[in-house]
């Protein structure tokens, strides 16, 4: 099935924003994307996006997860005026063309949880190296037309696991946030379901009281599971530009509600010019 997309949409951008660990680039222009227990199979082709699902799934699931009602072009021209008479103006332009095509996906609130507790002092292909991991051992196994992949394991799947069923995965200390995580999840104690309902701040408050999960990961889990777009997570290259690009300043949250989606064009920005 054809789709066309007329706003920003860049599918190697996107995989390569930082924001997702299992999206990939597979062969011949194709990538992979799971939500769930949805394996979508997608690549661009001239004009238009050829994907390999069903147009219902697309409305009803993709259409969302690729935040497809929401205009990135918009933002990107809203970037531009903010950045207008600023110091930072060329820097800001720069990083939302350059940025151009990532989008906030919406992606699965438990994967984004534990993804994230990973992702503490790794880099993205140590990260995405250990989520596979973790796929591979507890994760259903699924077979698809460009091989078999396992999917990520659902709070039942991996709610008995140990500290030496974690062992082998990359994981070091935070085998035991994951395990503190898993069974705040598994009790009820944490509804992530009901997270949604929470305002910003309560959302981010109530992340924190899982053990090892700070500020950064709790924003992180904020915006890239709930798309609360006006949380803009600090990590390192996000601290590198406050200091050395915006004279201090933590902009963002002068930006206002999008400023998530700016934090993804300055990360990305600053990730691949390092």
């Not at 930082?18 to 227990?37: K, L, S, Y």
Request: proline share 1%.
């Amino acid at each position: 099935m054809d789709i066309e997309i007329r706003d920003d949409f860049d599918l190697r951008k996107i995989v390569n924003s930082g924001q997702c660990f299992r999206p990939t680039e597979i062969r011949d222009g194709w990538f992979r994307f799971i939500v769930g227990e949805k394996i979508l199979h997608i690549r661009q082709r001239e004009n238009v996006f050829e994907v390999d699902c069903t147009a219902d799934d697309w409305q009803r699931v993709w259409t969302a997860y690729f935040d497809l009602a929401t205009n990135y072009a918009d933002i990107r021209r809203d970037v531009e005026t903010f950045a207008h008479g600023r110091t930072c103006e060329k820097f800001l332009r720069d990083a939302a063309d350059f940025g151009a095509g990532i989008r906030i996906l919406r992606q699965a609130s438990f994967e984004m949880l534990v993804s994230f507790i990973i992702s503490q002092r790794k880099n993205i292909p140590a990260i995405r190296s250990s989520v596979e991991k973790i796929c591979a051992r507890f994760g259903r196994r699924v077979d698809t037309d460009f091989g078999e992949v396992h999917l990520f394991p659902t709070v039942d799947e991996i709610s008995a696991a140990t500290l030496d069923d974690l062992t082998g995965l990359g994981l070091a200390y935070r085998k035991a946030y994951i395990i503190d995580a898993v069974a705040k999840v598994s009790s009820g104690e944490l509804d992530l379901t009901a997270l949604e309902n929470l305002s910003d701040e309560a959302l981010v408050d109530t992340l924190k009281t899982i053990h090892g999960v700070g500020d950064k990961i709790a924003n992180c889990v904020a915006l890239f599971a709930y798309h609360r777009v006006d949380r803009a997570p600090v990590d390192v290259w996000i601290k590198r530009a406050i200091e050395r690009d915006f004279g201090g300043e933590n902009i963002f949250d002068t930006f206002g509600c999008n400023a998530g989606i700016l934090q993804q064009y300055v990360f990305y920005f600053k990730r691949s010019r390092r």
